[in-house]
Structure formats: C-alpha cells, structure tokens
C-alpha cells in the first residue's frame, strides 16, 4: 500500500493543491500529515477543509499557536498566526464551517504509532516542538537520546529540511540517495519536507510516498506567484514570508 506523507503545509493552498494532484497520480491510498496545516500563508481554511479528511493529521506547533496564545515565535510568525486565527473566527462563513475547523484543529494529536513506525511533527522526544536538523548529526548526545525513542522508523517535519537521518549520525539529503532510501535494519529518522514552504533551497513542494519499506521523496512544482500575490495581498503577512516562497529559503 502507498501512503503520502505530507507536512508543514502553512496555509498555502496552490502548493497543496499541487501535491494532491501528484499523490493522486502516485496513486497512493492514503494520506497522513505530520502537521503546520496553518500559519504563515493566505488560506488557512481551505487548507484545513482539504486536510480533515486525511486519514491521519497531526497537530503542529503553528496548529497549536492558532488554538492557544502562540509561544515561541518571531513576530512575523506570531502576526500570521494571529491573522490566521481571525480568518478562522470570521462570522462571514458558514458557522458549522467555523466550528467544525475548531474542532478538528482542537483535536488533533501530537503523534501516531502504526506498527513499528512512528509520526510526529517536531521529534520523538518532543512531538509538537523540537528541531532535528541535518547539523545535529553532531550532536551525539541528543541523536542517542532521540534513537532511543524510535522502534525503527519516525517520520517528522517541523525544520521544512527534507532528508534521513541514520542512527550512525549521518544525514542524507534527498539528492544524494537519488529521492529513494529503503528501511532495512538500522534506525532511521526521515524528515519528509515542507508542503507549503521548502527551506533547503529547493523552493519545490516536498513530500514523501511510502510504499512498504521504500521511501521515495517526491519533489512538485506549484504556482508560487499564485501565493505571493496572495500574501502580499494581506497587510498582516509580512512580505518577507512570500519572498522566501521563491528562494525555498
Ligand atoms: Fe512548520
């Protein structure tokens, strides 16, 4: 069976239209998010109608932010998230609609365990918040501690960095393993990417189609100027967080 596994999405409805389209194509069955429907972009409500009916979706840290007071964040983020919580409260919209987006969001949760995989959005020592980044492969100490942690595999989003992390510290990126890497004996810990804002300089959508024990990264070209235009369009989104579209930074 392929699985999709798409995260950190931030409101940006023409990258995840893209992906959907190429997850369709993929045919995969089903689709899990790590989590980050929200924040960031310019349409947080499309983005959650779509994403509700995935047969898994986690809660991220920017998902958190909209629910409770966002903490943790740089002020262009905090206004986003501020900003997107409005769009999720206006009275414009169907009230069912409202409701239902508050409902979902509130109950998301901060991971899955489906045999001997793992699904978080940050790491398995902290579901909602750490970073893992490819730099930590350094960082004997908190590599061991997260390992340790993992039955054989996690997958996780969060630094928008796609790539797998293998328990002898080492860090691949999608290009240097050809998108593919299958799961054998050793632990791993595989980054799947951001939907909605890649940050390793590839400004492509990211993400992942498992299909029994091979990973295979998937890389989708979407209508970037679509999105900028639309956040440059709301004076709550910095511009900054368009620019970076273009860039993948
Ligand atoms: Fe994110």
């Keep these: 069976m392929k699985t999709a596994i798409i995260s950190d999405i931030h409101s940006n409805l ?8 190429d997850i369709k194509k993929q045919g995969a069955e089903r689709i899990f998010c790590l989590g980050d429907i929200v924040g960031y972009g310019p349409n947080p409500c499309e983005c959650i109608d779509i994403l509700m009916k995935t047969e898994v979706c ?23 998230i501020f900003w997107t919580r409005d769009q ?7 009230p069912d609609a ?35 980044f490819p730099e930590d492969t350094y960082n004997r100490r908190k590599m061991e501690k997260i390992f340790a942690l993992i039955k054989r595999c996690s997958f996780q989003g ?13 860090f691949f990126s999608p290009d240097e393993i050809d998108d593919r890497y299958t799961i054998g004996d050793e632990k791993l810990m595989v980054n799947v990417g951001s939907v909605g804002q890649p940050r390793d300089g590839d400004p492509r959508s990211c993400y992942v189609i498992l299909e029994d024990d091979v990973i295979n990264f998937r890389r989708v070209e979407y209508d970037i100027d679509e999105t900028i235009e639309r956040i440059y369009a709301v004076p709550e989104l910095d511009n900054f967080l368009a620019d970076r579209l273009r860039d993948g930074r």
């Design 98 to 132: 409202i409701d239902r987006r508050w409902e979902f969001l509130g109950e998301r949760p901060r991971n899955y365990q489906e045999n001997d995989l793992l699904f978080v959005h940050g790491s398995p020592r902290n579901p909602l918040n750490e970073y893992v």
């Design 58 to 80: 986690l809660l991220g840290n920017h998902d958190q932010g909209a629910l409770f007071d966002p903490e943790g964040f740089n002020s262009g983020a905090e206004r986003a």
């Design 88 to 94: 999720l409260e206006k009275p414009t919209g169907n």
């Design 158 to 170: 969060h630094t928008h960095v796609p790539g797998i992390f293998t328990e002898d510290f080492r």
């Design 14 to 21: 023409a990258s995840l239209n893209s992906v959907y389209a």
